[in-house]
T-cell receptor, first 114, second 113 residues
Framework: GDSVTQMEGPVTLSEEAFLTINCTYT??????LFWYVQYPGEGLQLLLK?????DKGSNKGFEATYRKETTSFHLEKGSVQVSDSAVYFC?????????????FGDGTTLTVKP | DVKVTQSSRYLVKRTGEKVFLECVQD?????MFWYRQDPGLGLRLIYF???????EKGDIPEGYSVSREKKERFSLILESASTNQTSMYLC????????????FGQGTRLTVV
């Protein structure tokens, strides 16, 4: 079945540091890829997405590129802020008959210190 | 914006009680999902539904059932609550083919005592 493996946390960075959270996947079809963010006590929110190879998703300074050849979708941000402290989930979704059923990674907790 | 609303943020129930968790979405989405989230275990799919009155088991359906009588509403039922069902429960919806991103509710933290 489909699976998502993301970098284990927790990750602690100083403000303005560069962030990378690695994500790789295995899928039987041609999935869409997502990053979700979860702030304390909240549900998950979509951060960015990419639906085909070489697409770059971006939002709020975060970016990730759909790399089909390496089955990866790494999340990056050039300069993190304290407000970016949250749990980040990489996910994929089947675009076939089970469209919308997502497979999630285990989440990576990011703490940004002033 | 899509809104997914869960009926309670926090619930405390006694062992053996029947518990209902309600979820409503306002964007006419075909698909709805229930997950539980536990430290170290990530998100685990309990049940999902692609249409009214339709349901499919996810990865951990034991001890749970669901109901989808209307397109906008998806209920999770704990038939006889147990302490190992203490968890954060997350409802999500998505729009179907070509629109596969999930929209989540704010979560219900259930404690079974």
């Amino acid at each position: 079945g489909d699976s998502v493996t993301q970098m284990e946390g927790p990750v602690t960075l100083s403000e303005e540091a560069f962030l990378t959270i690695n994500c790789t996947y295995t899928a039987t079809g041609y999935p869409s890829l997502f990053w979700y963010v979860q702030y304390p006590g909240e549900g998950l929110q979509l951060l960015l997405k990419a639906t085909k190879a070489d697409d770059k998703g971006s939002n709020k300074g975060f970016e990730a590129t759909y790399r089909k050849e390496t089955t990866s979708f790494h999340l990056e941000k050039g300069s993190v802020q304290v407000s970016d402290s949250a749990v980040y989930f990489c996910a994929l979704s089947d675009r076939g008959t089970n469209a919308g059923k997502s497979t999630f990674g285990d989440g990576t907790t990011l703490t940004v210190k002033p | 914006d899509v809104k997914v609303t869960q009926s309670s943020r926090y619930l405390v129930k006694r062992t053996g009680e029947k518990v209902f968790l309600e979820c409503v979405q306002d964007m006419d989405h075909e698909n709805m999902f229930w997950y539980r989230q536990d430290p170290g275990l990530g998100l685990r799919l309990i049940y999902f539904s692609y249409d009214v009155k339709m349901k499919e088991k996810g990865d951990i359906p034991e001890g749970y059932s669901v109901s989808r009588e209307k397109k906008e509403r998806f209920s999770l039922i704990l038939e006889s609550a147990s302490t190992n069902q203490t968890s954060m429960y997350l409802c999500a919806s998505s729009g179907g083919a070509g629109r596969t991103e999930a929209f989540f509710g704010q979560g219900t933290r259930l404690t079974v005592v």
